[in-house]
C-alpha cells in the first residue's frame, strides 16, 4: 500500500496508528537481523512494558492505557542480543482471555458490552500491569499504579502471581508505576535506594512513601495528609524531598457510578486552578525515627504539618526528568501539557487531532525554600515525553536529559525522534527515524566513564514501512551519527510506556 506522508507534518496518521496493533503471540529467540555492531561492553537485560492487546477478541479496547500488560526483555551478551515477549497472567487477562469477551471496565474508558447498564455500579479493578517493570531486590516486578505489582520469573517472563512486596501492601493496595531510584542514600548507608508512593485519594489524599534498600527491604516508611483529590502519576526525589505536581483535576464519580463513563473519563482538568507543588520531607539517616520527630522545615507551609505546598500555573503533569536542590533552591524538570488530553466516551483514540492538542513542552520549576516563590523557564519547546537521565544524578545536579520527541521543531505530533538536551550549553542533538518510525521511551544506560553523557541510549522503534519494530542503540555522546546498532525484531510491539536497564542476564 502506498501511503502519503503529509509533509507539513511528517508523518502519515495511517503509519502512527499502525503501531496500536495487538501482538497476540509470545516469541522467544536470537535477534539475527542486525545493521551496525551490538557494543561488546553492552551486558544486561533491558525489560519493558507497555499494553501488548488493544483488542479483546477483536473487540477493540477504547484507549491504548486500558490494554493488558506485555512484558519484553532484550538480553545482551558478548555482542548478541536475545528477544522475549510474554503477557502478564494478570487474573483479568486470564478471565478475559478464556472468555473471548471484555469482561472489566478499564479506567480510561474501556466499558462492559451492553452499555451502560451493564456498567452501572461495577467497581472491579481490573490490574493490567501494563505501566512499567522493574527488577529490585531480586525480583522481577510488572507496575500499575492502582493496584500491587505482579512478580515475573527474570530467565522466562513467566507470571508468578501478585506481589505484596513481603507483607507490606494489604491486597489490592496501591503501588505507583515509578519508583525513583536514590543513588546514594543514607538511609541505605551509602547504596542506592528505591522510593516509590502510593496515592489514597477523595475529598483529601493520603500520600504514603515506601523506601527499599538493595535487598528488597523496607528501610524507611511514612504518609502525610494534602487537601483535595489528587491525581499523580509520577514524582522526583532529592536527598531531602519527595516532589509531587498535585495537577488541578476533580473528579466527580457519579457518571462512573452509573455506568455512563470510566472512571479516568470523570477526572476534570480546571486550568484556572494552580498547580499544587507538594514536598513531603524524606526522613533523615536514622531507621529509627519518625517524621514527626523532625524538625520543622524552614519553609512557609500551606498544608498540613510537614507537606508543604507551593503554587504555581503549570498544567498538566504526567512525568518529571528530575529533580535537585542548590542552596534554598529545589529545581524541578518537568514535561508540561497546557491541558489534561482526554478521550471522550464517543471517540476514537487512533483518530487524535494531534494540530488540536497542546504538546508535552519540557520546563524547569525553581522553588525558593525561604520566600516560597515559584519561577518557571521553558527549557525545551519541542514536543517531548518519557524524560530520561544518567542513573548517578537522579535527585543531583545534572546536565543532560534523554527524550522521545517530535521530529519537527514546533507543534504536537507523535514521538518519532530521540532528543538530548544539554542544560547547561543549551545545545540540541537529535536523532529521528521520521517520516515512517515511531519511538519509545529511550532508557539511558551509563558506560565506565565519568562523563554524565557517556553511556548507551537504548529504544523501540516502530517502523510502519515493514510493521516491525526494532531496537535501537544510541552513542548518548553523540546522536546525531545515528545509531550504532539497529536490531530488527522479526514482528512488531505497540507502543509501550516504561522501562528499565539490568546488568543482570538471566536466560540459562
Ligand atoms: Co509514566
Redesign the pocket.
Known amino acids: 500500500m502506498q501511503t502519503v506522508i503529509d509533509s507539513s507534518i511528517g508523518f502519515s496518521r495511517e503509519d502512527w496508528q499502525r503501531g496500536y496493533a495487538s501482538l497476540k503471540q509470545e516469541f522467544d529467540y536470537w535477534i539475527d537481523e542486525i545493521e551496525g555492531i551490538i557494543p561488546s561492553d553492552l551486558h544486561g537485560t533491558l525489560f519493558r512494558n507497555g499494553p501488548g492487546l488493544l483488542d479483546v477478541n477483536g473487540k477493540r479496547l477504547h484507549h491504548p492505557f486500558d490494554g493488558d500488560g506485555m512484558i519484553c526483555a532484550i538480553s545482551f551478551k558478548e555482542g548478541r542480543a536475545h528477544f522475549r515477549n510474554r503477557f502478564v497472567r494478570t487474573e483479568g487477562y486470564l478471565r478475559e482471555q478464556s472468555a473471548g469477551r471484555i469482561l472489566y471496565r478499564g479506567v480510561f474508558g474501556t466499558q462492559k458490552p451492553g452499555g451502560w447498564l451493564a456498567n452501572a455500579f461495577d467497581f472491579r479493578l481490573k490490574n493490567i500491569a501494563n505501566?512499567?517493570v522493574i527488577y529490585w531486590g531480586g525480583k522481577l516486578l510488572a507496575l500499575w499504579e492502582a493496584a500491587e505489582p505482579h512478580r515475573l520469573d527474570p530467565s522466562t517472563l513467566e507470571t508468578l502471581g501478585l506481589d505484596d512486596l513481603d507483607g507490606i501492601l494489604q491486597p489490592g493496595e496501591a503501588f505507583a508505576?515509578?519508583p525513583r531510584i536514590d543513588p546514594a542514600c543514607d538511609r541505605t548507608n551509602g547504596e542506592p535506594c528505591l522510593v516509590n508512593f502510593s496515592i489514597k485519594s477523595g475529598l483529601s489524599s493520603t500520600f504514603k512513601i515506601y523506601e527499599f534498600n538493595p535487598l528488597g527491604q523496607l528501610v524507611s516508611t511514612y504518609d502525610r495528609v494534602v487537601p483535595g483529590f489528587a491525581f499523580v502519576?509520577?514524582f522526583v526525589i532529592t536527598p531531602n524531598y519527595c516532589i509531587f505536581f498535585q495537577n488541578p483535576v476533580r473528579f466527580n464519580p457519579l457518571p462512573y457510578a452509573i455506568g455512563l463513563q470510566s472512571a479516568g473519563q470523570c477526572i476534570t482538568f480546571h486550568p484556572e486552578q494552580p498547580t499544587r507543588i507538594v514536598l513531603i520531607p524524606r526522613p533523615p539517616g536514622n531507621q529509627g525515627q519518625t517524621m514527626d520527630e523532625q524538625p520543622a522545615p524552614q519553609t512557609r507551609p500551606t498544608g498540613k504539618p510537614g507537606a508543604v505546598t507551593f503554587e504555581v500555573l503549570s498544567g498538566f503533569v504526567?512525568?518529571h526528568a528530575n529533580a535537585f536542590e542548590q542552596g534554598n533552591q529545589l529545581v524541578i524538570d518537568s514535561i508540561c501539557y497546557a491541558s489534561l488530553p482526554t478521550v471522550e466516551p464517543d471517540a476514537d483514540y487512533r483518530e487524535t487531532d494531534f494540530d488540536a492538542l497542546a504538546p508535552g513542552q519540557l520546563w524547569r520549576f525553581r522553588l525558593d525554600l525561604d520566600t516560597g516563590a515559584v519561577q518557571r523557564q521553558s527549557l525545551e519547546s519541542r514536543c517531548c515525553e518519557?524524560p530520561a537521565v544518567h542513573p548517578n544524578h537522579v535527585g543531583r545536579p545534572y546536565r543532560y536529559t534523554y527524550l522521545a520527541a517530535a521530529h519537527a521543531p514546533s507543534g504536537n505530533a507523535p514521538n518519532q525522534a530521540i532528543l538530548k538536551v544539554d542544560m547547561e550549553s543549551n545545545q540540541r542533538q537529535i536523532w529521528s527515524a521520521a517520516p515512517r518510525g515511531f519511538v519509545g521511551e529511550p532508557v539511558f544506560l551509563p558506560r565506565s566513564g565519568t562523563a554524565e553523557d557517556d553511556g548507551w541510549l537504548l529504544a523501540l522503534v516502530f517502523d510502519a514501512a515493514c510493521d516491525r519494530s526494532s531496537v535501537v542503540i544510541l552513542d548518548a555522546r553523540d546522536l546525531n551519527r545515528g545509531p550504532v546498532a539497529r536490531l530488527h525484531l522479526k514482528h512488531h510491539v505497540p507502543y509501550g510506556?516504561?522501562g528499565s536497564f539490568t546488568p543482570q542476564w538471566f536466560m540459562d
Open positions: 505501566t512499567h508505576a515509578h502519576h509520577d504526567f512525568h518519557f510506556l516504561h
